[in-house]
C-alpha cells in the first residue's frame, strides 16, 4: 500500500510539473518533448491506477488542502527525481533536443552553492525554489559544489 501510494504521489507531482511546462516553456522545447514521447509511443505515468490515455485525474496536497485535477493531462512515463545532485560540467547525447529541470525546494541561501551551469555560455542559474529550467544537453553543463559536509 505504501508503495502505491509513493508512486501515486509522484506521478501527481510528476503531472504538476508536466503541465506547468506545458504552459510555461517555449513551444520549441515541449514540441520537442512531445515529439519523441510521440515517436517512442511512451505511455503517461498513471501510478497502476490504469488510466487509459494521456489524461485523467491527479491529486495534490496544497497546504491543508487536497486539490484534484480533473480531465488533466497526465505526466510522460519518463522522469528523474533526485536530491542534493551534483556533477562535474559534462554534456549528453540524448535521443530529444531539450532535458527540463524542475528545483521544487531549496532550503539554503545563494552562499551555499550546488547551482546549474550551462558552461557553453557561461550561465550561472542560481537554484532557488520553484526555479523551472531549460537548456540542451548537448551543450556543456553541470552544477557547482554544495558547501555539504557528511561530518
Not at 3 to 20: F, G, R
Not at 82 to 99: C, D, G, L, Q
Not at 120 to 149: C, E, M, Q
Request: glycine share 6%; charged share 20%.
Amino acid at each position: 500500500e505504501f508503495l502505491a501510494s509513493s508512486d501515486y504521489a509522484a506521478s501527481c507531482l510528476l503531472a504538476v510539473c508536466w503541465n506547468i511546462c506545458r504552459a510555461r516553456l517555449p513551444a520549441e522545447v515541449m514540441d520537442d518533448w512531445v515529439k519523441f514521447l510521440q515517436d517512442n509511443k511512451i505511455p503517461a505515468l498513471d501510478a497502476g491506477v490504469a488510466m487509459a490515455g494521456n489524461r485523467g485525474d491527479y491529486t495534490i496536497q496544497f497546504g491543508d488542502e487536497t486539490v484534484t485535477f480533473h480531465d488533466a493531462e497526465l505526466a510522460p512515463g519518463t522522469a528523474l527525481l533526485n536530491w542534493n545532485y551534483a556533477r562535474a560540467i559534462h554534456f549528453e547525447s540524448p535521443p530529444h533536443t531539450y532535458a527540463i529541470q524542475w528545483i521544487t525546494e531549496r532550503t539554503h541561501d545563494a552562499s551555499y552553492g550546488g547551482h546549474f551551469y550551462i558552461a557553453s555560455y557561461g550561465v550561472r542559474i542560481l537554484n532557488t525554489a520553484d526555479t523551472l529550467i531549460a537548456w540542451r544537453p548537448k551543450d556543456f553543463h553541470g552544477t557547482s559544489l554544495a558547501a555539504f559536509s557528511p561530518y
